[in-house]
């Protein structure tokens, strides 16, 4: 079966140091993987996408992933969290010629000031 | 705001009442989805329509649910003789292709008592 996991329920991370919420995948096919966050009672906020080319991919509010296909990953990152990072983060894929999103279960980012 | 807007934002109900959602997409978006996200989860599909067309339901759908979005526009959800597992948020959101992201609403809170 198709999914995607987030292993972590929870990261905490100091401000102003770096950040990284894990994705990893497990698609037939070549996914879409898209990185959204969730801020309490808010609908989900693009962040950002992989669809085809370059691996490394820059999104939103200074955020970045990677696209690793011998891993299966799709990692978030950031160089210098802030606090106001603070928030639920939620990676999903698509595939070519389906409609709908298959969502991780989200990590809940803490940074600390 | 030209963002996807859902009305109500938060709906009360007693078990065995019918409630409708409604969701406003982006104007050029043909796309438009509906999930469903419980505590603790990630958004799960519910359905999805191209233009006017229901082209995609979930089995998460059941013959309680039904949702119409009859001019390509804005879509409705109407859950019939509701039950307290269907207290959740309702998500709705919209895109232009299957390689462009989904942009989310904020979101129908229901609770069913």
């Known amino acids: 079966a198709q999914s995607v996991a987030q292993p972590e329920d929870q990261v905490n991370v100091a401000e102003g140091n770096p950040l990284t919420v894990k994705c990893t995948y497990s698609?037939?096919?070549?996914?879409?993987l898209f990185w959204y966050v969730q801020y309490p009672n808010r609908g989900l906020q693009f962040l950002l996408k992989?669809?085809?080319?370059?691996?490394l991919v820059k999104g939103s509010y200074g955020f970045e992933a990677e696209f690793n296909k011998s891993q299966t990953s799709f990692h978030l990152k950031k160089p210098s969290a802030l606090v106001s990072d603070s928030a639920l983060y939620f990676c999903?894929?698509?595939?070519?010629?389906?409609?709908?999103?298959?969502f991780g279960t989200g990590t809940r980012l803490k940074v600390l000031a | 705001d030209t963002g996807v807007s859902q009305d109500p934002r938060h709906k009360i109900t007693k078990r065995g009442q019918n409630v409708t959602f409604r969701c406003d997409p982006i104007?050029?978006?043909?796309?438009l989805y509906w999930y469903r996200q419980t505590l603790g989860q990630g958004p799960e599909f519910l359905t999805y329509?191209?233009?006017?067309?229901?082209?995609?339901k979930s089995r998460l759908l059941s013959d309680r649910f039904s949702a119409e979005r009859p001019k390509g526009s804005f879509s409705t959800l109407e859950i019939q003789r509701t039950e307290q597992g269907d207290s959740a948020m309702y998500l709705c959101?919209?895109?232009?292709?299957?390689?462009?992201?989904?942009?989310f609403g904020p979101g129908t809170r229901l609770t069913v008592l």
């Open positions: 698609v037939s096919g070549n996914p879409y």
């Open positions: 104007s050029e978006h043909n796309r």
């Open positions: 999903a894929f698509g595939t070519s010629g389906t409609y709908k999103y298959i």
């Open positions: 992989y669809i085809t080319g370059d691996n």
């Open positions: 329509f191209q233009n006017e067309a229901q082209l995609e």
């Open positions: 959101a919209s895109s232009l292709s299957e390689y462009n992201e989904q942009f």
